[in-house]
């Protein structure tokens, strides 16, 4: 491979707070084990140095006052999107800067709900939905998915129409591909999604942050591009955040095609003045959408398919009570550990403590939805993913071996 998916970053001191922090209430590493950061959703990669030079190369000019996006920040999304989606005709007027994927669903949700209204999303959900939701004061309605006989993981469309129609549902959250499960929907699953928002009326904020961390075997299809009534009623939000690890730089955009909500959602989000965009950041994106970044995330999607690969074969062979389903995008597990907590007698909250003793700081599942649930995140060198499951091997799931 050209690009470094082995070195162990030492992130420590760096305001990593993947490193930083114990998202598991009074869990303690033991003295001897090193840290070895599953929770968060960044990556443990070196970043891709078109970004570093991009920004490395604005810095050479010194000053930093106010400034209007550059055509090149317009012009390397639409050629992203057409490279890496097939979207051939993006207009620069449809693209428009936010600060992060949850400001625009809290813009929408301003601009098309009432306070109180409510909102179709499904679960497992990803926690940042429900948090931006009830802190507009809407009511959250949930549709859970169901893993069919295969173990992957499906819209129940029924449940989804019946529950729009009892709660006079018009706006709908949709997450593709689907994070916490990892699931990347296929075309006719999205039709079908999309023909029961038109019956009914919703506009659909379509998340595609993940949409180009896609493992091989699946495709990701942009919401907007399943029907011409799909592309007017969704606001699509992407980011180069996930894909190249830019989280702390901030900067993400949305595509709207209906002039209509593009107007709503810009008019509520400038009374804040929320979306002041940050100039590096800008850069940054310019850095990443290049040749570069294509043959880059290329490799990434590979590494990280052979982690899910080997991690979902220890689990399945070597953890007797814990079940998942293997995602085809993101890079996050969803384990569920219903069985495995019931026959030892062990809570979810002994169980998750005990991982971080080892030094294995994973993530409580439960907030999103599913109540013995844990998500892991497997962005990290192989020889990292692979002593973390020998950890929770020998320590944890197998202690009586």
Not at 49 to 58: F, H, K, S, V
Not at 61 to 76: K, N, Q, T
Request: charged share 25%.
């Amino acid at each position: 491979m050209k690009y470094d998916f082995t070195t162990i970053l030492d992130r420590k001191g760096h305001d990593a707070i993947a490193v930083e922090r114990i998202p598991i209430p009074d869990a303690e590493i033991e003295e001897g084990f090193s840290v070895i950061p599953m929770w968060v959703a960044d990556m443990n990669f070196p970043v891709l140095p078109t970004i570093l030079d991009a920004m490395r190369e604005r810095l050479n000019h010194p000053h930093f006052g106010y400034f209007d996006l550059p055509d090149a920040y317009f012009d390397s999304i639409i050629r992203w999107q057409q490279d890496r989606f097939g979207v051939k005709d993006l207009k620069k007027e449809q693209i428009g800067y936010e600060n992060g994927v949850l400001g625009c669903v809290a813009s929408a949700l301003q601009a098309f709900t009432a306070p109180g209204e409510a909102v179709l999303l499904h679960a497992p959900t990803y926690i940042g939905f429900t948090g931006t939701t009830k802190n507009n004061g809407r009511q959250i309605v949930l549709s859970d998915l169901k893993r069919d006989a295969d173990g992957i993981w499906r819209m129940d469309y029924e449940d989804m129409e019946r529950k729009i129609a009892e709660n006079h549902i018009h706006c709908a959250i949709l997450c593709s591909p689907h994070n916490p499960t990892g699931r990347v929907w296929e075309r006719e699953e999205l039709e079908r999604a999309m023909e029961l928002f038109r019956k009914y009326d919703c506009v659909v904020i379509s998340d595609e942050i993940w949409s180009d961390i896609v493992l091989p075997g699946s495709k990701h299809i942009p919401t907007q591009s399943v029907s011409k009534d799909a592309a007017e009623r969704t606001i699509a939000v992407y980011a180069p955040s996930k894909t190249f690890n830019l989280a702390g730089l901030v900067g993400s955009y949305h595509v709207i095609r209906n002039s209509y909500l593009r107007d709503r959602l810009e008019k509520v989000s400038s009374m804040s003045h929320y979306n002041a965009p940050n100039v590096l950041s800008v850069h940054a994106l310019i850095g990443a959408y290049q040749q570069e970044g294509r043959q880059w995330v290329d490799e990434l999607c590979q590494v990280l398919s052979e982690n899910v690969e080997y991690a979902c074969t220890y689990i399945s062979e070597n953890f007797r009570g814990v079940s998942l389903a293997r995602p085809q995008g993101t890079y996050m597990l969803y384990l569920d550990c219903e069985q495995w907590c019931r026959e030892h007698g062990n809570s979810m909250d002994e169980l998750l403590r005990a991982g971080v003793r080892k030094g294995v700081i994973w993530q409580d599942g439960r907030p999103f939805n599913r109540p013995w649930s844990i998500r892991m995140n497997l962005a990290l060198p192989f020889v990292r993913v692979r002593e973390a499951m020998q950890r929770l091997d020998q320590y944890v799931f197998n202690l009586s071996k």
